[in-house]
């Protein structure tokens, strides 16, 4: 027979309705609902559960590590704990390898109802051990939801065997753990779960293993959370016993622990039915049975070990909030990084507008066919208003190779704009690259433009030449020459309002201009105010240059977006660190209110002196 806990309670908080126990009808209860406590514990969990840490930084996968234990704590003890303390009081047997856990277990509840054997690993799932009186508590699966019930012995770790022992006094069960050393990482997993879900933990180990480093690290991590801690050395040699416990007793003082009762096992074979004999663990089945008995004394274990899971809820979930900060610093960093890259081209297209590089090459040689010859350029500086009229006069009445003109201020356009965005592709590439959130998330295309970029700064170009040629016909509507001309007024001036925009930011040529141009930037500015004036002009060439920058930064902008919508993609949400900082601490409110907070807890008693208890 196997069941199911509700599978809602890996996704939310579990129910905390104040129920009772069918082994321990009207002993003990829940917290008041009245401190907020189950509340907040709620909050947490949801806050907890939706953090996501995407960004390849050296803190992300501790942080989803550590959030996936808060959240397994929340769900596998503190929430269903919480709202039963008088639950049976569960003792997770944990230690490593070959400690001999299944056969003390078996040997405590004086049946075979965990496997043991030579054979490692031996326990592959947990089995639980309870008295037939608290068998409802356990099948319901609100304590570890996400393991699966059953009756039978398994090999998948995702299940959870329940066992009753009429021998084990209600309200007291045993939980055979994985080892926490097992070659098989699933059963390490799974033997970190189950501790963190103990009321007690009964650590076992051996007077030859007693010193290895991964049970220390899990005892140091108990007495971290306050967890409530008992001790057995087994397999100790008669003329070792002495020795080897007095050192281990240091060992534990030493880190924090003296106070954790250590009952030692003499090395000794067991019966037919796999069994230590009666008299080795008669002090320890004692020990537990007065426990069992002493309903003060459970729930005094019971306050302890929550409170400590509560109280170390505070700091872990600070560490997730920290690693939640530096996702969102790392988002943005990396945002910033590829801004930066287009900012920069869009500072090399304003520059080029003004520098008179536009006007090299192509460009000067087709104003030059279309307005005149350089001769006609030096005469025109020195008698700029007394040509004003045959100027006009020329520019509006005769024909000119303007399509021509228009290419190449087309191209001259595009082959800007397609080197400046390749360079900003290049740059924000090469800083994605330097760090190791934006390493991950690169692709190769990406150190180019987009394959369409040059068409679409064709189309913006174009887009443009018609933007001024409508400016030219809206500024000059009230203006003589438009309506007594040809369309080719308008074409030919607005082509003048395009040199103007490539040589100069506020239409005034400089010395270095006139010299590029040979004098390209006087006649274009003696045509507009041959027909404007000169305010008229300045608006005008403002106006065009303007629009043009405006349409270069959607253009890139356009571009930059490939990455940024990689950073998009990968962000946790915002302001999931201060979501974290915020539940953690109405947690720690609702503990201190609730009165567990700094309670007294009761010591545990002593293990009887000799054989079987501390020596």
């Not at 002993?27 to 907890?48: C, Q």
């Not at 007793?249 to 067991?270: H, I, K, R, W, Y």
């Not at 507009?528 to 008229?536: K, R, T």
């Not at 949400?573 to 009165?595: H, I, M, N, P």
Request: hydrophobic letters at 45%.
């Amino acid at each position: 027979m196997t069941t199911h806990g509700d599978p809602a309670t890996r996704t939310g908080a579990p129910a905390v309705a104040d129920r009772t126990s069918p082994g321990d009808a009207g002993e003990g209860s829940s917290v008041p609902s009245g401190d907020g406590l189950p509340t907040a514990l709620a909050g947490l969990r949801a806050a907890t559960g939706a953090a996501r840490f995407p960004l390849a930084l050296p803190s992300a996968e501790p942080a989803r590590q550590a959030g996936s234990a808060v959240t397994a704590q929340l769900d596998d003890y503190l929430l269903p704990r919480l709202a039963r303390l008088d639950a049976p009081l569960l003792v997770v047997v944990g230690g490593s390898t070959g400690a001999g856990k299944s056969t003390l277990v078996n040997s405590l509840v004086q049946a075979r109802v965990s496997a043991a054997g030579v054979l490692r690993p031996t326990t592959r799932s947990p089995v639980l051990v309870c008295s037939p009186a608290d068998t409802a508590w356990f099948r319901q699966g609100e304590l570890l939801p996400g393991l699966t019930r059953t009756n039978e012995p398994s090999e998948d770790p995702g299940t959870l065997q329940l066992v009753t022992a009429p021998a084990l006094p209600p309200g007291l069960a045993f939980l055979d753990a994985p080892d926490i050393d097992s070659v098989v990482d699933a059963n390490r997993a799974l033997a970190g779960q189950l501790l963190a879900a103990a009321d007690l933990w009964l650590f076992v180990t051996t007077a030859a293993r007693y010193a290895d480093a991964v049970p220390w690290e899990l005892l140091h991590t108990a007495r971290a959370r306050g967890v409530v801690i008992a001790m057995v050395l087994d397999r100790v040699p008669a003329e070792a016993t002495d020795e080897v416990a007095a050192h281990l007793a240091e060992m534990l003082t030493d880190q924090g622990l003296g106070a954790a009762p250590l009952f030692v096992l003499p090395e000794m074979s067991v019966d037919g039915q796999g069994l230590l004999p009666e008299k080795v663990t008669a002090p320890l089945s004692a020990w537990f049975a007065g426990l069992a008995a002493d309903a003060e004394a459970r729930a005094a274990v019971v306050r302890q070990t929550l409170d400590g899971a509560l109280a170390a809820l505070h700091p872990a979930v600070a560490g997730l909030a920290e690693a939640a900060d530096e996702q969102e610093a790392a988002a943005g960093a990396l945002d910033e990084r590829v801004r930066a890259a287009y900012r920069g081209a869009e500072r090399t297209v304003e520059q080029g507008l003004s520098d008179g590089r536009l006007l090299r090459g192509e460009v000067l040689a087709r104003w030059q066919e279309f307005v005149g010859t350089g001769e006609f350029f030096r005469t025109l500086e020195a008698r700029i208003g007394r040509l004003r009229d045959r100027l006009v006069a020329a520019v509006t009445g005769r024909p000119a190779p303007a399509a021509e003109l228009r290419t190449a201020i087309e191209s001259q356009l595009v082959t800007l704009l397609r080197g400046v965005a390749a360079e900003a592709a290049e740059n924000a590439y090469t800083g994605w690259r330097a760090h190791p959130a934006g390493a991950a998330l690169l692709d190769p295309a990406l150190a180019h433009p987009a394959d369409d970029f040059p068409e679409r700064a064709e189309r913006l170009v174009r887009d443009w030449q018609r933007g001024v040629l409508e400016l030219v016909r809206a500024e000059g509507g009230d203006r003589r020459f438009v309506a007594r001309t040809a369309a080719y007024a308008v074409n030919a001036t607005g082509l003048a309002v395009m040199i103007a925009v490539f040589a100069s930011t506020a239409f005034i040529p400089t010395g270095l201009e006139v010299a590029t141009g040979a004098g390209t930037t006087v006649a274009a500015q003696a045509v507009l105010q041959a027909i404007f004036g000169d305010q008229a002009v300045r608006t005008l060439a403002g106006k065009a240059r303007g629009d043009l920058l405006e349409r270069v930064r959607d253009l890139l902008h356009a571009d930059a977006a490939r990455f940024l919508a990689r950073t998009e993609e990968a962000r946790p949400a915002a302001d999931t660190g201060e979501t974290l900082r915020a539940a953690a601490d109405l947690v720690e409110a609702a503990r201190q209110r609730s009165g567990l907070a700094g309670a007294d807890a009761a010591p545990l008693p002593p293990p009887p002196a000799g054989e079987g208890g501390a020596s």
